[in-house]
């Protein structure tokens, strides 16, 4: 009889996976069996007390670091569906001005990029099996640019398979074979870089240095100056951190590991419950995550190299259902890893303490009302800027679950809100187009 190992490989090779995506998942699958420790205690880590500041080594001046464009290849995640909006197409084609989504500013930023170096600097999309063909697709309109061919801008995140959780199998869902199958996480980006070859291509062509975000974050952009900084440092791996508020408590957080001192990534699904409240104390773990991150790639290289082609993340065990609209469907677990986990991973790895503005998500359709209005500009070169009236402070916008799917935003209509500091709808509401609203609002 086949051992657990020799089933995943095979499925994994039937699917046409590769090699770097197989070794990624196994290892996860081996802690899983292993019955290792996959949760972090309060007692294995300490607090952060400050990181290096942003505004400390960004003092170069802009033109400095336009040579280092054309060794740098700028990727976007865009594996996102963006279903708890009500999307059924990638996120990216979410329209964030009218006639204006944001793969057009992606697009926007980088042809940006392309000017000061003089070069073609390259883009990827890690694209997912949901959203590569609406992406390209889209991307059409940008073919004279070079956008347009899969080969030349796609970066595919893998797949892998869902386990029965009393034996860690292969689930087989024969009459849904699709539903054997989850997306293992944006921490594959390591593994889909090496087995797609893209890592190769780009050290052969001089590309050194990645600039790594999501692609809903309009503040993720790069930045010359810290484009400088970071080749000057050395380090192999920089993750772009900033301070917790209240908003972000539920989020992961950065940390010292007690053992070595290293600094980690601890997620909320590795937090033991009885640390729950130390994990929401904002005062205690200062900063998070951003998502920003700043690869070396002959490092990434190097690293997989000695570790059996991988990069060791932490593994995230997520309980759910084959069918996650039936609930007497096989127990399963699906496998996750983050890329930002790396960051426990590089000897010499940094983290620095980045404004607010390198982090502008859209999560929620109250995030993207607020990038409607007019409490958010976005100039000619694809760049985000809050209005001069917020004072350098995003205003808050909370709606109730009757805006819980971007298309009723059409209904509550765009209100001015550059003068507000936080504006609550708690239930069905209509603003009239540019409604000039100001302070504390609160609606419905």
């Not at 909320?268 to 640390?275: I, S």
């Not at 593994?315 to 127990?331: F, G, H």
């Amino acid at each position: 009889m086949k051992d657990v190992t020799s089933m995943i490989r095979e499925k994994m090779l039937a699917r046409g996976l590769s090699d770097a995506a197989i070794c990624a998942f196994l290892h996860g699958v081996e802690e899983l069996r292993q019955q290792r420790k996959m949760m972090v205690s309060e007692d294995e880590i300490s607090p952060v007390p400050s990181l290096p500041a942003w505004h400390e080594i960004v003092t170069s001046s802009p033109a400095a670091g336009a040579d280092l464009l054309s060794k740098t290849v700028v990727i976007k995640l865009n594996g996102g569906l963006g279903t708890s909006m009500g999307l059924q197409q990638a996120k990216s084609l979410l329209e964030i001005k009218p006639g204006v989504t944001f793969l057009d500013l992606i697009v926007r930023q980088v042809e940006t990029l392309r000017q000061q170096a003089a070069c073609d600097v390259q883009l990827l999309l890690m694209n997912s099996f949901s959203t590569s063909a609406d992406t390209m697709q889209y991307l059409q309109r940008y073919a004279e640019q070079g956008y347009g061919e899969a080969n030349r801008v796609q970066l595919m995140q893998n797949m892998v398979p869902k386990l029965l959780r009393d034996t860690l199998e292969p689930v087989k869902m024969p009459e849904h074979p699709e539903l054997e199958w989850c997306p293992p996480g944006h921490g594959d980006l390591y593994a889909a870089l090496a087995g797609s070859g893209w890592l190769d291509r780009l050290l052969e062509r001089g590309v050194i240095y990645a600039f790594v975000s999501n692609c809903d974050n309009l503040g993720a952009q790069v930045d010359t100056r810290f484009l400088s900084w970071f080749v000057r440092s050395n380090a192999p791996f920089v993750m772009e951190a900033t301070p917790r508020t209240e908003a972000d408590k539920k989020g992961g957080h950065l940390a010292l590991r007690k053992a070595d001192g290293q600094l980690m990534l601890r997620e909320v699904a590795q937090c033991p419950e009885e640390d729950v409240p130390a994990f929401q104390d904002i005062a205690l773990h200062r900063y998070f995550n951003t998502n920003n991150l700043w690869v070396r790639l002959d490092a990434l290289r190097d690293f997989m190299a000695s570790h059996g082609g991988m990069v060791p993340l932490p593994v995230i065990r997520n309980a759910k259902t084959a069918d996650p609209r039936d609930s007497n469907s096989p127990a399963v677990y699906q496998l996750e890893i983050a890329m930002g986990a790396a960051l426990q991973c590089f000897p010499g790895a940094e983290a620095v303490n980045v404004p607010r503005s390198r982090f502008f998500p859209v999560k929620t359709t109250g995030d993207l009302l607020l990038l409607r209005s007019d409490a958010v500009q976005i100039d000619g070169s694809g760049s985000m800027h809050l209005a001069p009236e917020c004072g350098g402070v995003a205003p808050i916008v909370q709606l109730s679950s009757d805006y819980k799917l971007v298309d009723s935003l059409q209904s509550l209509g765009v209100p001015s809100l550059k003068e507000v500091r936080h504006l609550t709808v708690r239930g069905p509401w209509s603003f009239a187009p540019g409604e000039p609203l100001k302070g504390d609002i609160v609606v419905g």
